[in-house]
């Protein structure tokens, strides 16, 4: 079963003279393990493909499908659940919470799923180690780089285990090597643990992660290529040698 | 979400110092006022209270010693004793009387009382003592501080120099203080010759002995000791009652303004974080719960602070204001929490409609 399958979906900004239609019939199918980059220039509707797909925008046509679910049916009330246990999400601008620490900027998922506090803590801990930020689990959000801070928020969007990852521009506020760790993770999450990445992104080094490259322009998904995945993910460095 | 609450609201200590301050000033408001209404209708009449009388007898249309005047002949006395259920008599000698030192002018209730039996004595003593003899007079502490006076001192009321033998407390009923003297002196520094202010009847059977007397004297007014006590004490019910709930509501609304305006500008400020607990699957119950929370934690620390305050003011106020008896019982305390917390539920109401107002797809403008 394909982890998000998106059909026919249109989605159009006010109305009359003022309508603008983002996004115009876009179809996409994320198979288990999938890395799909959506490439475009700026306002050609990969982000809100991205927020539709995340359940944050309700298309104004077409259906969107996460675990076999069609969330466009879902209700305001009922969208959060599908978010909390079947979507991760790591931003550009990181979004982390200020007040919080690393450590408990991850657990916060697993708390909004009623996982009593120290346990959440014990969860968040061993992925912090895992991304290498385990140094820093009591560090405060502004104490952490960019890239520590980057790692922090992937882990907050796997805590729950997610099928899916959505990602937006997450390598845009980082340098080459921080950049290069964050795509290794994305390969990391889809070789290894089997989940969906769609990454949304200008960066075209990622091309070299992605299984698959689709061009939004206008609204419209005008290509889809292959990519670098297969020649450049070191997941896969020891069965090439 | 507790922790994050809290931690939301320790991000930034001066509008959380602002938030708890809010509160504390309007329960320290709230107490306070509360406080000194309790006070005075507890204290107000306690002499009165204390005195032996099941029973108040006064003269037809007198009901308290502060609106009435009530003048009986003393022979009275006997005859009230042969009324059915009466098993005591005592005459009540005691009116509102001027006196001035140094410029200044003041009340006193001026009560008889016999040192030798105890009769109508006063109330706990603090200093001195109420064994009297004539010439001799027994204030009250808040009369004491008002107006200068301290054992030795002779206190000049209706032409006599009376000696001040000792300082009793409780004697304090905000518009005066009472003051003791021996029956021969208050006779004479209130005219009385024959007459007596009021009887005291103690009985086993109020109620009917009350019927009984009024029934055979229609011409007194017999009161319960509890109506006599109410009487009196309608002076503070009456008049400050509605003022008190007026100095209660706008405590109440300040309090509630500050913390919903310290919480308002925390959500507002934090908007794109609650974007983001939305995004990442928060539900608007969760964010609202997060919201309450902080309020209630304001509220609720608020609460602490202004108990506490309240409570320093009091003590150094009843030092140097005379009529500043304040009470506060566990029950007006549990009252006021409750309105510290419906304080943080109301606060807590506008930042969470703003709440369910946040778009969780702004987290993915950068």
């Known amino acids: ?241 | 979400m507790f922790f994050l609450a809290r931690k939301n609201l320790l991000a930034d200590r001066t509008r959380l110092a602002l938030s708890i301050g809010g509160v504390a000033f309007s329960v320290l408001l709230i107490l306070i006022v509360g406080g000194l209404y309790r006070g005075w209708q507890t204290k107000l009449t306690m002499y009165l209270d204390s005195l032996q009388a099941d029973l108040w007898v006064g003269q037809a249309g007198s009901a308290d010693t502060s609106h009435s005047m009530s003048f009986l002949p003393a022979t009275l006395k006997a005859d009230i004793q042969q009324v059915p259920g009466v098993s005591g008599v005592d005459a009540f000698m005691g009116r509102q009387i001027m006196v001035s030192n140094k410029g200044k002018e003041f009340r006193l209730f001026i009560v008889g009382f016999d040192p030798t039996s105890g009769r109508n004595s006063p109330a706990p003593m603090v200093k001195g003592t109420s064994a009297i003899i004539d010439g001799q007079i027994v204030i009250d502490k808040a009369f004491a501080q008002k107006a200068g006076y301290k054992l030795g001192d002779l206190v000049p009321i209706a032409g006599q120099q009376l000696s001040v033998a000792g300082i009793a407390t409780n004697g304090n009923s905000l518009i005066y203080q009472y003051a003791y003297v021996t029956e021969n002196d208050v006779k004479q520094i209130l005219q009385l010759g024959p007459l007596v202010n009021y009887f005291l009847v103690r009985t086993d059977n109020p109620a009917a002995t009350r019927a009984a007397i009024q029934q055979q004297y229609p011409d007194l007014n017999v009161m319960t000791k509890q109506e006599f006590s109410t009487n009196n004490k309608k002076v503070v019910t009456e008049v400050f009652l509605p003022i008190i709930g007026v100095l209660f509501a706008i405590a109440f609304i300040i309090g509630a303004a500050i913390v919903g305006l310290t919480i308002y500008t925390a959500t507002v400020e934090k908007s794109r974080e609650y974007g983001v607990l939305k995004a990442i699957g928060g539900s608007n119950r969760l964010l609202y719960r997060v919201v309450i929370e902080q309020s209630f934690i304001a509220g609720i620390a608020g609460f602490l602070v202004g108990l506490a305050l309240s409570y320093l003011v009091g003590l150094i106020a009843n030092r140097f204001v005379s009529g500043f008896i304040t009470a506060v019982s566990g029950r007006d305390m549990l009252s006021v929490f409750i309105l510290a917390l419906l304080m943080s539920i109301l606060a807590a109401w506008i930042p969470a409609r703003r709440l369910a107002a946040i778009d969780p797809a702004l987290v993915f403008k950068a």
Do not use: W
Request: aromatic share 2%.
């Open chain 1, 1 to 241: 079963m394909d982890a998000l399958r998106v059909h026919n979906v249109s989605k159009t900004f006010g109305s009359g003279h003022t309508a603008v239609n983002a996004l115009a019939k876009v179809s996409l199918n994320v198979a288990k393990g999938d890395i799909v980059l959506v490439m475009g220039p700026s306002g050609s509707g990969k982000t809100t493909l991205l927020t539709i797909a995340g359940g944050l925008l309700k298309p104004s046509s077409g259906t969107v499908v996460i675990g076999g679910q069609d969330i466009t049916k879902l209700t305001e009330h009922q969208l959060p659940a599908i978010r909390l246990q079947s979507l991760g999400f790591v931003f550009q601008s990181f979004n982390l919470l200020a007040a919080l620490t690393a450590e408990q900027n991850v657990a916060l998922p697993l708390l909004m799923r009623g996982v009593p506090n120290l346990t959440a803590l014990k969860q968040a801990r061993p992925l912090l180690q895992r991304l290498g930020v385990g140094q820093r689990l009591t560090s405060l959000p502004y104490q952490l780089s960019g890239g520590e801070k980057q790692r922090v928020a992937i882990a907050r969007a796997l805590v729950n285990s997610p099928s899916l990852v959505l990602a937006d521009e997450p390598t845009a506020n980082l340098d080459s090597n921080n950049g290069h760790a964050v795509m290794q993770l994305f390969c990391e999450m889809a070789c290894q643990e089997g989940r969906s990445v769609i990454i949304v992104s200008h960066d075209s080094r990622i091309r070299d992660i992605a299984k698959r490259v689709i061009t939004i322009e206008d609204g419209r998904l005008v290509r889809e290529e292959t990519g670098g995945h297969d020649t450049h993910c070191q997941m896969h460095d020891a069965a090439r040698q």
